[in-house]
């Protein structure tokens, strides 16, 4: 209730103003607020929210009365609404018992006041001096008191009744404010959390839309406290993530052991070595981003590690690390130093935080790489020993059958058992399940699709990256910050404390006013300071200490007659804007002063008697002499200091000594203050073209000068908007120069840049698209979205760099099936950390997230389908682009020089570079079966003793030689093409029995028992690609001599060579890998290694007789075709004779160099097939094989092969 026997300006106890809380009204139809229902609904909404409240009592201004006898307090005073105004100035008892003709009364007479008010005549002291100055011109009804000068400047929106509105008949009031009799503080923070946060603010279509209570900061600290949650949620998913893809939680412990470890050192050196004081919050952000890389390094090592126990179990540890850190460890140190380098970048920004959070980053990034060398090795070798003890222990113990009766234990209940036999059997479907699923997709859809679509990846992310650059950079481009850094955004746009920041803000007068907007912008001119910033610059806190010029000098005549006519030359510019007869009063500039010290000094009489010089008289011409000008400057100040007519800003310094220190001279200018960027653009750019033309012609002494003015948020978002675009480009240029330092290859290195400037524009493009405004937090991001999307590319990079084929779908193929699957599983963890992410109410916590999923997803599509996509057009083979050092030179010839280095590591799918020998078997020097050492090496000495010529070695060279891991040239393309196919029985079947004999036997035992295992009854061949006649003659004994010298040989060879297999893919390889076929075919002058060549002979049809076996038939799918055979090993040279060998007789077979030796005849195969698990423990099954041989020429056909054999299921 309002008091009704106190004059209007005593009901509201005092005026409103910045130090009181205040809410926001909004129409939520977007009607007009002034009308009787809007404010009636306001009025209930504060007494209904917020004088409700018990706190409120205790908080709120009491009305204070006078009495006779004191005075008196007559409860909380009425807020300062719209609805008490007008219940004030139509004398209504109340805001709920206005009427709608009081409310039309009062419009009229707002309308009549407004166009003063705007103008600028009608202001707070025209009550109490009605008559003195403008105030003289406004209607009596409008300055009767302060009631319609309020509701003007405080409480309705600048729009309504303003100068384009005013006329209308209906003016729209958008938004209305209300002040809260209670002041701003921590101590609102009980009351907006008990009644208006989360809370349904809405009533009869009118809602609180904006707040400000002054406990943004205070309320910052406890959303971060609460919603710490998220960030917590986000890494147990990602660890979770890591324990199912390695199953093993020591390995994930370690891991968020060795990013804790990384974490603290940086910090030490941050602190320590770099002695960085400040440290911003947003560097806790670093645990999420290390975290992250340092799973996909964990998955990668993890993933080579299990090929190499699949492919060479017996390997030692020794040569399996030292595999591991060849190629993995090379991998990660590349990937972390482009990563680090990256992130480094971001030093270049002149914003504090950005290069703080910069600095701590790239150091943590760096360490982490190098401590993942050291600690990823030292966990899997700990973990494989634990594994070998613990299944030593168990056998040790002895095997005990699981479902042995316990008379008092868990397992009398049967149904128990069967429950979780159930229940294991279920997982371990669903595991295998999930492997087979992974495996089809990882190994055979994402190569497939990538190299059969890559025209279409291309074009499609070639225009992503033109868009998203042209969104960036051009248009519409990120949009600039139009707040102070003081009132930084915290909560996301919709939070009622961010609206009134960013919008309702600028709506109203009295907050424009304050903040200076729409008000004549003032230009200062200073000499004598230098602008030099000599405090840390690492800390926002420092502010150093001011500079002064020693060489100014503003006393000398040059100097006095420059600054004289720069008065003139500055009133002649159209920005300046002359003082008002109000500003005149209070001198509001000093541009002209020592116009004004002339003009001072000729007024001044002096007499005959009186110094002149010491009295600065009129006698006096100009210039003056050094030290009387300074001395008369400052007696005119002091006089008119005196009289109160010193001006508010710049002016005269002096030293303690009486000595002209600096000189700031101001001056009002025709612009008035916007946030608006291109208009202070503008204004900034025409005065300093202006001050340095006036600048190149002063005198000595006031050639150092330099202006200031209200330009903060203007230089802030100039930083913002061409720092940050510098910075994102000078971390792709360096990841350039990292790429290319770590491959030492040009195309890769340019293909990978390409691929990392265009994740980074896309994501910015994206962040464009969601309408971010680039601030700080938004520019220290932009600035690490090269070193996160790099990590992908350089993993992708290596990985083709290291491929050991020759052609650029092999490599591709490779480094998909290699590196596919850890960058999806981490791209995918980094999604799933990002939707945790975003419920937070924090803005730090929530674009951290959106930021994060962004970028690592954009990366990831960029390195798997773009760069990849690329690389299968352009990419580099063998040595092309390859920067070759002079010192390296000899070593890469020696290298290229061994034979089969290269040829033979590609065709039987090594992995390795073309320039170093890499096997995975166990026997060093690559040979390719395990005991084929030791028969090189007696050729190599009885090489040695045959009278100087060497072994020769000649290699045949079937249909799929020169097959690539393109799915164009593999075996599941060409089955669905219509080429015509060719049935061969002639190749016959080593079983997989033979691997399993020792060389450690007498050689006649040897060699008896492989002939018995290796050979077959011949097949009949309909056609065949490497022979020309259908059937098969019958052999010459001293051909069969030879025959059996070439069987016992390549038998010997598969001795030992026993091969595991699982169910699991684990080729990083294609059909070349898959489909081994080994070709060597090797003559020697020295006599059989054989002891008993007639047994030998005698023993070889019997057992064709006696061996009989079963083909079958190969019904796999399209992709399942790669793995249908997975080793296909020449075993047998059949030295069928021709017709000149026939025509011979029994003469000695006689070797010729380059012609085959006429031994092109007859070809077996030794056909190593994937044995896959069954449930049946302990039996064979017999089934026919046909195996099929892809043709690399699509104008020929594909070769079919029958064979008999046996295949060993296990379970």
Known sequence: MLARDSSPDTFLCDSPGERLAQLVFRSENSASLWSLKAIHAMCEVEQSRIRSQAQFQDLCQQHVRGEAEGTSRSGCCPSWSLGNYLAVLTNASCCLSLTSHQVSESLNLLRKCAPYYHEGHLTESCVERPKHGGCSSVPSRCKQSRVVFQILHFLVDKDFLGPQTVEYQIPTLKYSLLFLPIDKGEHMMEMYMSSLEGRDLTHNNTSITGMDFGIKQTLFKYYLARDSVYPVLAVVSLLFTMALYLHSLFIVALSAIAITGSLLTSYFFYKVAFRLTFFPLVNLSVALILLGSCSNQVFIFADFWNLQLSQNPSASLEKRVNRALQEVGYLILASGLTSSAAFFSGYLSSITAIRCFSVYLGTASFISSILALVWLPCSFILRERYTEASSASVAAQG????????????????????????????????????????????????????????????????????????????????????????????????????????????????????????????????????????????????????????????????????????????????????????????????????????????????????DSLHFCCNDIPFPYPPSVFENCLSMMLAERYAEGHLAHSGGLYFQPDGTAAALVLAFKTTYLYSFNFSRTSHFYREILTWFNREISGAPQGLENGWFISHLSLFDLQQSLSSETLVVAGFSVALTFALLLLTTWNIPLSIYGTVAVGGSVFVTVGLLVLLEWQLSGIEALFISSAAGLSVDFIANYCISYSLAPHSDRIGKVAHATKRMGCPVAIVSGAFFSMGIIMLPATALLFRKLGIFLFLVKCVACGFATFFFQSLCCFFGPQKNCGTITLPCFSDHMEGTAAEPGSSAASAANGAFGRSRVRRSYDKEAGGYLYPNHQRPQRQKQAGAGEGGGRGPEQYELQPLAYRLSDSFENSTCTSKLSNRPSVLSDEIEYCGKDAGRNSMDGDHEEMCSRQRKICQAPPALQTSSPYKENTLRPAGLAQDDVVKDKLLCKTCRGHSGGVKHWSNTSFSSSSSLEETIISHTMETIDQPSLCKDEQTTEESLPHHRRSSKGHLSSLSQSSCEGLEDSNDTCLSDIDPGPSNKQQNEGEEEVQFQPGHLNGKRDTLRLSLKETVYETCNKGRTSQSEEVVIIPNSKPDLPDVWIKRDGQREDTC
Request: glycine share 6%; net charge positive; charged share 25%.
């Open 399 to 610: 095997w005990k059958p699981c479902c042995s009766k316990n008379t008092s234990g868990f397992w009398d209940t049967s149904s128990r058992k069967r429950c979780l036999f159930t229940l294991g059997q279920k997982l371990r479907e669903l595991k295998r399940g999930l492997s087979d699923t992974s495996n089809l997709l990882f190994m055979k859809i994402l190569p497939c699709g990538v190299v059969k679509f890559r025209y279409i990846w291309v074009c499609w992310f070639a225009v992503l990256a033109a868009g998203g650059t042209y969104m960036s950079c051009i248009d519409p481009g990120m949009k600039l910050p139009t707040l102070d850094s003081r009132v930084a955004q915290l909560f996301r746009s919709s939070h009622p404390f961010e609206r009134y920041d960013a919008e309702y803000r600028h709506m109203f007068m009295f907050e424009r006013q304050r903040n200076g907007e729409d008000k004549p912008v003032t230009l200062m001119l200073v000499w004598g300071v230098k602008p030099t910033d000599n405090g840390d610059h690492f800390n926002p806190k420092s502010n150093g200490s001011l500079v002064l010029d020693p060489y100014f000098n503003m006393s000398g005549p040059d100097a006095q007659v420059w600054l004289r006519d720069l008065c003139g030359r500055v009133q002649n510019q159209s920005f300046y804007s002359p003082p008002s007869p109000e500003d005149k009063d209070i001198m509001a500039e000093n541009i002209c002063l020592v116009e004004q010290l002339i003009h001072w000094v000729s007024v001044r009489r002096c007499s005959e008697s009186d």
